[in-house]
């Protein structure tokens, strides 16, 4: 071969290798997010009986709403029991629950659900009701591919059994995907202490009882599962980090230092809560502990959402619980979605009670029943100064304030003897018991009101006279000794003034 020509042919070649290199540049690192809810139990946002409470669509909506804008793939799943609080909606709220399922639907929508699983709460207005809502759903042993962009490929598993999890896995990793989520229909304590599965994640999403989702978990082990904190109060992201598009991924074992600081922030921001919820405690103090509270709930999130290092040439994912707190920024639209069920929701209601409401039965022969405040008032005069300067007189005004006082879910909590023999059982009729008057906590008093005994009423101060209505969901941070010391006063469980009197039964007609 001529010089010059084998000079020319390598030159080529070096040409046609270096052009090779340029057209195989290594694969760029992509992030994904997935979204995901369980058990929100008919819930559109807290109650508000105590300041500072979790949750709420709206500011859930603008979590995953804001995330899209980021131009990065992101999946929002429900893993379901979302449209109902219970399998059986009795007649007269009927309305109501319907009215909540429609809106949780179209916020939902707003927020892009890819898909959802059906829970037995999904269905307590039937398989028609619910399906005629229009959402995406996953049938059970089904699983839904998702697009992670540039090939690589994530699967969402909804299963029933822990039997399902092997051939709908196989078929997922067939199918190309490279992480698998699996939506598990058991408790937590049953997944978690499952041998290693065969999916990357799994979530546990239905609780075994009331209280057993009252905090999100996670545990670390062969297969990392999780529990959500229920009715909306938390949501979990998983956040995937993608450098091989066919290597399985693995979960970031460099969170498990983040995991124990955010854990040790969560209860100095439960214990600022309480603080908060101290019963009439000065405007001022309450003002300076809401500011600290915001404060390290700040500092809660910016530590959750500092990026992680992530080990170079693997595909690698981490899972971040996000409690929905008052202060969080909510989506427009959302608001607007909540807004008009408050509104239409009272309308429904009142509406229903002046077509088919009935009163209260009367009390059984030899049984007490519901007299009202008034009937008290003759006996027990320095016994209602003390109440009247309570917040229990203003229970049934703090609704009205809010347009909230024909709403199903809040009324019986805010009257008394709701649902209860000579009570109050017609959101349309609650003069003279719009108010926690003396029967929400001494009990029904009508035999007490005709022979005046020790023996024939409550004395009011056990915790069960109160754990009605101050329970886990509405008071969070109830503490019997605390609260009862704010609603006691001279002639109501304390001594009157020394040279007081306690007035003489007046024997004018009873007031009822």
């Given at each position: 071969m001529r010089p010059l020509l084998a000079i020319?042919?390598?030159g080529a070649l070096l040409g046609c290798a270096t052009r090779e290199k340029e057209v195989r540049p290594a694969p760029a690192v992509r992030h994904a997010r997935?979204?995901?809810?369980?058990?929100?139990?008919?819930?559109?946002?807290?109650?508000?009986?105590?300041?500072?409470?979790?949750?709420?669509?709206a500011r859930t909506a603008f979590q995953v709403v804001e995330a899209r804008k980021t131009g990065e793939p992101v999946f929002f799943i429900d893993s379901g029991d979302a449209l109902f609080g219970t399998t059986d909606v009795p007649a007269e709220a009927v309305p109501q629950q319907e009215r909540k399922a429609r809106?949780?639907?179209?916020?939902?929508?707003?927020m892009g659900l890819q898909s959802r699983a059906v829970?037995?709460?999904?269905d307590a207005r039937g398989p028609a009701f619910r399906t005629a809502l229009g959402l995406p759903e996953l049938p059970p042993s089904q699983l839904q591919l998702l697009d992670l962009g540039g090939g690589a490929k994530a699967a969402v598993i909804n299963a029933d059994s822990l039997d399902q999890l092997v051939p709908r896995a196989a078929a997922a990793r067939s199918a190309?995907?490279?992480?698998?989520?699996?939506?598990?229909?058991?408790?937590?304590?049953?997944?978690?202490?499952?041998?290693a599965l065969p999916v990357d994640f799994a979530i546990a999403t239905r609780s075994k009882d009331e209280f057993s989702s009252e905090a999100s978990k996670l545990v670390r082990g062969a297969t990392p599962v999780a529990q959500l904190q229920s009715k909306g109060r938390t949501l979990l992201?998983?956040?995937?980090?993608?450098?091989d598009n066919a290597a399985k991924f693995e979960l970031l074992r460099g969170a498990a230092d983040a995991e124990r600081e955010l854990a040790a922030l969560d209860q100095r921001i439960e214990l600022l809560r309480a603080q908060v919820n101290e019963p009439m405690l000065a405007e001022?103090?309450?003002?300076?502990?809401?500011?600290?509270?915001?404060?390290?709930?700040?500092?809660?999130?910016?530590?959750?959402?500092a990026p992680l290092p992530e080990p170079a040439g693997k595909n690698v994912f981490a899972v971040r619980f996000i409690p929905i707190e008052a202060n969080f920024p909510t989506l427009p639209a959302a608001v607007e979605l909540v807004t008009a069920y408050d509104r239409d929701v009272g309308q429904l209601n009142l509406q229903y009670a002046k077509e088919h409401g009935r009163d209260c039965p009367a009390p059984e022969k030899g049984k007490a029943g519901y007299v009202g405040n008034a009937a008290c008032l003759d006996c027990h005069e320095e016994a209602f100064e003390v109440w009247k300067a309570s917040k229990h007189a203003e229970a049934y005004p703090t609704l009205e304030k809010i347009g909230k006082n024909h709403h199903l879910d809040c009324i019986g909590c805010h009257v008394t003897g709701w649902?209860?023999?000579?009570?109050?059982?017609?959101?349309?009729?609650?003069?003279?018991?719009?108010?926690?008057?003396?029967?929400?906590?001494?009990g029904p008093g009508s035999l007490h009101v005709a022979d005046a005994s020790a023996h024939n009423i409550d004395k009011g101060n056990q915790p069960k006279a109160c754990l009605g209505c101050h329970d886990v969901e509405n008071s969070p941070h109830f503490v019997f000794e605390g609260y009862v010391a704010k609603i006691l006063g001279p002639g109501h469980g304390q001594p009157l003034p020394e040279g007081a009197s306690k007035p003489e039964p007046s024997k004018k007609p009873r007031r009822n």
């Amino acid at each position: 071969m001529r010089p010059l020509l084998a000079i020319a042919l390598f030159g080529a070649l070096l040409g046609c290798a270096t052009r090779e290199k340029e057209v195989r540049p290594a694969p760029a690192v992509r992030h994904a997010r997935l979204f995901v809810t369980a058990e929100l139990k008919g819930y559109l946002g807290p109650c508000g009986c105590s300041e500072n409470m979790r949750g709420g669509i709206a500011r859930t909506a603008f979590q995953v709403v804001e995330a899209r804008k980021t131009g990065e793939p992101v999946f929002f799943i429900d893993s379901g029991d979302a449209l109902f609080g219970t399998t059986d909606v009795p007649a007269e709220a009927v309305p109501q629950q319907e009215r909540k399922a429609r809106a949780l639907a179209d916020a939902f929508k707003l927020m892009g659900l890819q898909s959802r699983a059906v829970g037995p709460l999904d269905d307590a207005r039937g398989p028609a009701f619910r399906t005629a809502l229009g959402l995406p759903e996953l049938p059970p042993s089904q699983l839904q591919l998702l697009d992670l962009g540039g090939g690589a490929k994530a699967a969402v598993i909804n299963a029933d059994s822990l039997d399902q999890l092997v051939p709908r896995a196989a078929a997922a990793r067939s199918a190309g995907a490279s992480f698998v989520l699996a939506l598990i229909q058991l408790p937590f304590d049953v997944v978690s202490k499952a041998a290693a599965l065969p999916v990357d994640f799994a979530i546990a999403t239905r609780s075994k009882d009331e209280f057993s989702s009252e905090a999100s978990k996670l545990v670390r082990g062969a297969t990392p599962v999780a529990q959500l904190q229920s009715k909306g109060r938390t949501l979990l992201t998983i956040e995937l980090t993608v450098n091989d598009n066919a290597a399985k991924f693995e979960l970031l074992r460099g969170a498990a230092d983040a995991e124990r600081e955010l854990a040790a922030l969560d209860q100095r921001i439960e214990l600022l809560r309480a603080q908060v919820n101290e019963p009439m405690l000065a405007e001022q103090l309450k003002a300076l502990r809401k500011a600290k509270l915001e404060e390290v709930i700040g500092r809660r999130e910016a530590l959750a959402a500092a990026p992680l290092p992530e080990p170079a040439g693997k595909n690698v994912f981490a899972v971040r619980f996000i409690p929905i707190e008052a202060n969080f920024p909510t989506l427009p639209a959302a608001v607007e979605l909540v807004t008009a069920y408050d509104r239409d929701v009272g309308q429904l209601n009142l509406q229903y009670a002046k077509e088919h409401g009935r009163d209260c039965p009367a009390p059984e022969k030899g049984k007490a029943g519901y007299v009202g405040n008034a009937a008290c008032l003759d006996c027990h005069e320095e016994a209602f100064e003390v109440w009247k300067a309570s917040k229990h007189a203003e229970a049934y005004p703090t609704l009205e304030k809010i347009g909230k006082n024909h709403h199903l879910d809040c009324i019986g909590c805010h009257v008394t003897g709701w649902q209860q023999p000579g009570g109050t059982c017609r959101i349309d009729r609650v003069t003279g018991r719009d108010h926690v008057g003396c029967e929400s906590c001494h009990g029904p008093g009508s035999l007490h009101v005709a022979d005046a005994s020790a023996h024939n009423i409550d004395k009011g101060n056990q915790p069960k006279a109160c754990l009605g209505c101050h329970d886990v969901e509405n008071s969070p941070h109830f503490v019997f000794e605390g609260y009862v010391a704010k609603i006691l006063g001279p002639g109501h469980g304390q001594p009157l003034p020394e040279g007081a009197s306690k007035p003489e039964p007046s024997k004018k007609p009873r007031r009822n």
